[in-house]
């Protein structure tokens, strides 16, 4: 790069040497004045690389006061030129940071020496100050407090998140001890943090004793041999996440008592629950017996008064006007309505009563049993049944009749065709047996697919249809006892289907 140099020298002769001479040297003259005041305005106007600058000037001021002037303005290295080396003129040249002297008469090669070392050092000072303001920059503007000190550990610099977080200006701390400027007191967090199972922090104390989790760091700054120039100290405020971790700590504690004040709810309302449910079966029991008890005692007292009813109705039926007639056919019917209810209650009862029997059973066998005994009333309403293979499985042969006897005559009875059709039938699922019992009759509206397995539901008067409303109130309990599950599927006047499983237990 070819340097432009402006030269500044009364003497005309000397000045053309001097002009002569750059050029030899390859530097581009840009100018040659002769006063102070032209050399200030030469110099900010032109922009020269560099200013040879003659001190004893003729005019008003002299080389030293322009030099002054012209780097009040504009950065631009000025080299001194000079016959005369006076202390007091040295003196006064120093104070205008120069960057060279030479004394007058000069070779060609110490003006390109001083010219050339004066360029350099002006780059590099030039680069020092730039990356120092650079540093400043960064320094300044990053989120981090970061406090540097000098070998001894007395501060020299503080950025302004580090003075917020101490509360004091640099130019307060300059030049006092870090451990004081930067105090800690780990105590009161170090508690808090304890208590509530956390990592600990260091604790700043900041502006009025407000303390500080911070994190930190430290740094030394160490010169090419290693020496210790001083440290650097980078601190950041952590109290929102401090607050945070205290936050969550105490949510999970209190999320942690709910759920254990909840659990001990809970098994209290299940001890009840249990407490409850034992009552319930005990009452159960106790309810059971005493239908049992009743239904047994009162078989006998009822078949007496049947017994007589009809005794009467054969001896005195045509001695006897009209009316006592219909009254003794009322006791007849009404005693053996008694008796039905009370043998389907005994039924009932029985059901369970001395545990279950389980034995490997044939269901097939079972069933044409069960057909024998409705062999009558299938006849009478010329029904036709139907069924698949059954499985022989672990069950009480006598309840599971039972089942069958009632889900089939209620399949005969809920009839309004002079033809009903049943189909039973079995099917192998992953850990059971399905089976249905389906018939060709009224149906039932869905909304009662519950309430006619409740003992004495009825949907129907018993002129409509007879019965006592205990038949499908055996069977859950039949189903309830092998540990199955029965329900029903149905439309009004389109049949209905009885299902129910049983586990398959290996016959
Ligand atoms: P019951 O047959 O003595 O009336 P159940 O307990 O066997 O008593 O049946 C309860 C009620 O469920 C019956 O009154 C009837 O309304 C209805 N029901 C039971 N089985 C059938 C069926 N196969 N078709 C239509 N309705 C039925």
């Given at each position: 790069m070819q340097l432009n140099i402006l030269v500044v020298e009364d003497d005309g002769l000397i000045a053309l040497a001097i002009e002569r001479k750059l050029e030899n040297l390859g530097y581009n003259v840009l100018d040659v004045v002769h006063t102070g005041e032209a050399a200030v305005q030469k110099a900010t106007t032109l922009h020269p690389d560099l200013i040879l600058m003659d001190i004893m000037l003729a005019g008003r001021i002299d080389g030293i006061t322009a030099a002054q002037q012209i780097l009040a303005q504009v950065s631009i290295p000025v080299v001194y030129l000079t016959a005369y080396s006076d202390p007091q003129?040295?003196?006064?040249?120093?104070?205008?940071?120069?960057?060279?002297y030479?004394?007058?008469?000069?070779?060609?090669?110490?003006l390109q020496i001083a010219v050339e070392m004066a360029f350099y050092k002006h780059q590099a000072e030039k680069q020092l100050r730039q990356s120092e303001q650079l540093l400043l920059t960064t320094l300044c503007s990053i989120g981090d407090?970061?406090?540097?000190?000098?070998?001894?550990g007395l501060v020299t610099f503080m950025n302004p998140v580090a003075e917020g977080l101490i509360g004091q200006e640099t130019t307060a701390v300059k030049g006092h001890s870090l451990t004081d400027v930067f105090v800690f007191d780990s105590h009161s967090c170090l508690e808090t943090m304890a208590a509530l199972h956390q990592q600990p922090y260091d604790c700043l104390m900041g502006k009025n004793g407000r303390?500080?989790?911070i994190e930190h760091t430290t740094t030394p700054i160490q010169n090419e041999y290693g020496q210790v120039l001083g440290h650097v100290l980078i601190f950041r405020d952590v109290s929102q996440r401090y607050e945070a971790e205290i936050a969550l700590q105490q949510a999970h504690d209190e999320l942690e008592q709910r759920v254990i004040s909840?659990?001990?709810?809970?098994?209290?309302?299940?001890?009840?629950?249990?407490?409850?449910?034992?009552?319930?079966?005990?009452?159960n029991r106790d309810l059971e017996q005493f239908a049992y008890v009743v239904s047994h005692d009162l078989r006998e007292p009822l078949r007496k008064i049947k017994s007589y009813a009809e005794l009467l109705q054969q001896r005195y039926q045509t001695q006897l006007d009209e009316k006592a007639d219909k009254y003794?056919?009322?006791?007849?019917?009404?005693?053996?309505?008694?008796?039905?209810?009370?043998?389907?209650?005994?039924?009932?009862?029985?059901?369970?009563?001395?545990g279950l029997h389980l034995h490997p059973t044939d269901l097939q066998l079972?069933?044409?049993?069960?057909?024998s005994d409705c062999e009558l009333t299938i006849r009478d309403t010329n029904a036709t049944i139907t069924c698949s293979q059954l499985p022989t499985l672990m069950v009480d042969p006598k309840q599971i009749s039972q089942l069958f006897y009632n889900l089939i005559s209620n399949g005969l009875k809920f009839q309004q065709t002079i033809n009903p059709q049943i189909h039973i039938w079995a099917e192998k699922q992953e850990q059971e047996w399905l089976f249905g019992v389906r018939d060709n009759g009224i149906g039932i509206e869905p909304q009662y697919a519950e309430k006619i397995f409740v003992i004495f539901q009825r949907l129907h008067t018993k002129e409509e249809y007879p019965g006592t409303g205990i038949g499908l109130a055996i069977c859950k309990k039949v189903i309830e006892n092998h540990k199955g599950r029965i329900w029903v599927e149905s439309q009004p006047g389109q049949g209905t289907t009885f299902y129910f499983t049983l586990p398959d237990m290996g016959a």
């Open positions: 003129t040295v003196q006064r040249a120093k104070l205008s940071s120069p960057f060279g030479l004394l007058k008469p000069f070779e060609e090669k110490d407090g970061v406090i540097t000190t000098d070998a001894q303390l500080i989790p909840r659990t001990a709810e809970l098994s209290q309302a299940n001890l009840r629950l249990e407490q409850q449910t034992d009552e319930l079966s005990r009452s003794i056919f009322y006791v007849t019917d009404g005693a053996s309505r008694l008796q039905a209810l009370i043998g389907d209650l005994l039924a009932y009862s029985r059901i369970g009563k001395g079972i069933l044409t049993q069960v057909l």
